[in-house]
Every structure is written in structure tokens, then in C-alpha cells.
């Protein structure tokens, strides 16, 4: 089945660790994104690729990194810089002037 | 700056009982419209979407959206509610090409017997 996958489902961090989410998609989609979501706050733009090898911020992108080596995958990691993590993650593909999918999410809790 | 507004935060009806979602986007050319339905903790799921054509789009689950340029609106109905609907509703505008989705904030939306 055609897909976008995103793991863990969820994820704990120690203050100070970096953890890397991952997200893969078989959907042979060129642009891949990354949101933040927290309650009341709808879906924020961290990251997103509209091909391989090239990325740009999205609105809050300070203390995360991501990385565009394949097609399939657009992995994100949040870097022990977000002071705040705590917050479900979802990741979206498209092809241009399409419908964005999403993953399943992934919710990070700092201990 | 390009906006998306869904005013209702929170909504409750009735089973059986008819629905309307708002969404009122700012934008100054003519953009694409989704509206998409999250359930608690999962991703997201596309229930319709507007790119051209007829302003009255039907989707799945029986909801439907018409898009309407004058009043910047692409609100979100549904005639008759079921307890499944119970979710939160994004409502969505994208430009062109890969530039990505600018979301509203999310009505909940709640069904009581």
C-alpha cells in the first residue's frame, strides 16, 4: 500500500538530547513537510523539501534540523536548542498543486 | 499576509442535526481549498478539496464545501451529523506548486445524542 509512515509513534527525551523522527513515503511524492502541532495552535510549519537535497524553514524552524538525502524520507531532528518539544509531529508529502498526506504523527514528551 | 480563519473553536450538535464549518482565508489571488478531519491523535485525513471548476465540492463521509469568492469563504456542511463526525477540522489554502498549506486553527467538533 502507498503510503507515508512516520516513526517512533511515540518518542521520550531527556532534557539536553537531540532525537531524530523519522518519516518515509512510497508515494514517489517530490515535497515532503514537517508541522508542529499543539492543542489550540492548529498546524505550524517547521521544515518542508521540495526536492532532494534542498530544504527551507518553514515559520518555526529554530532548534530543529532536517536532512533530504533520498526522495522517500525527510527525517527531523530536534536538537536540545527547542526549549519547548513537548508536541505532536506530523509529517505531509505532496506532488505540485496537489493534496498534502500525512503520516500517522508522532508525539514527543520531554521528561 | 496570506491567513486562514476558521472562527469557531469549539462546536456541539446534535445527532442528526445539520452542520456548517467556517473558513474565511485572505489571499489575493484565487488559491486551492481543502478541508481535512484529524481525530484524537492521528494523522490527518483529506475530506475534500477545491482547486477549479464547480465552487460546490463533495467529499467523503457525506460532507461537502462551497467555495464562495466573494466572501473569501470555503465553508464545511454536512446535512445530517453522526457521532462518528465527532473530530477536529482543519481547513486549509495552498498557492501554487509545492509552496506549502497555510492551516486555520481547527473547530472541535463534538456530537451529543
Known amino acids: 500500500d502507498g503510503g507515508i509512515t512516520q516513526s517512533p509513534k511515540y518518542l521520550f527525551r531527556k532534557e539536553g538530547q537531540n532525537v531524530t523522527l523519522s518519516c518515509e513515503q512510497n508515494?514517489?511524492?517530490?515535497?515532503m513537510y514537517w508541522y508542529r502541532q499543539d492543542p489550540g495552535q492548529g498546524l505550524r510549519l517547521i521544515y518542508y523539501?521540495?526536492?532532494?537535497?534542498?530544504?527551507q524553514k518553514g515559520d518555526i524552524a529554530e532548534g530543529y534540523s532536517v536532512s533530504r538525502e533520498k526522495k522517500e524520507s525527510f527525517p527531523l531532528t530536534v536538537t536540545s536548542a527547542q526549549k519547548n518539544p513537548t508536541a505532536f509531529y506530523l509529517c505531509?508529502?505532496?506532488?505540485?498543486?496537489?493534496?498534502?498526506?500525512f503520516g500517522p504523527g508522532t508525539r514527543l514528551t520531554v521528561l | 499576509a496570506q491567513s486562514v480563519t476558521q472562527p469557531d473553536i469549539h462546536i456541539t450538535v446534535s445527532e442528526g442535526a445539520s452542520l456548517e464549518l467556517r473558513c474565511n482565508y485572505s489571499?489575493?489571488?484565487?488559491?486551492?481549498l481543502f478541508w481535512y478531519v484529524q481525530s484524537p491523535g492521528q494523522g490527518l485525513q483529506l475530506l475534500l478539496k477545491?482547486?477549479?471548476?464547480?465552487?460546490l465540492v463533495q467529499g467523503i463521509k457525506g460532507f461537502e464545501a462551497e467555495f464562495k469568492r466573494s466572501q473569501s469563504s470555503f465553508n464545511l456542511r454536512k446535512p445530517s451529523v453522526h457521532w462518528s463526525d465527532a473530530a477536529e477540522y482543519f481547513c486549509?489554502?495552498?498557492?501554487?506548486?509545492?509552496?506549502?498549506?497555510?492551516f486555520g486553527k481547527g473547530t472541535r467538533l463534538s456530537v451529543i445524542a
Open positions: 505531509a508529502s505532496s506532488i505540485p498543486r496537489g493534496t498534502q498526506y
Open positions: 508515494l514517489n511524492h517530490d515535497a
Open positions: 523539501s521540495q526536492i532532494v537535497n534542498d530544504f
Open positions: 489571499y489575493g489571488a484565487t488559491p486551492y
Open positions: 477545491y482547486f477549479s471548476g464547480d465552487t
Open positions: 486549509a489554502v495552498g498557492l501554487s506548486g509545492n509552496t506549502p498549506l497555510v
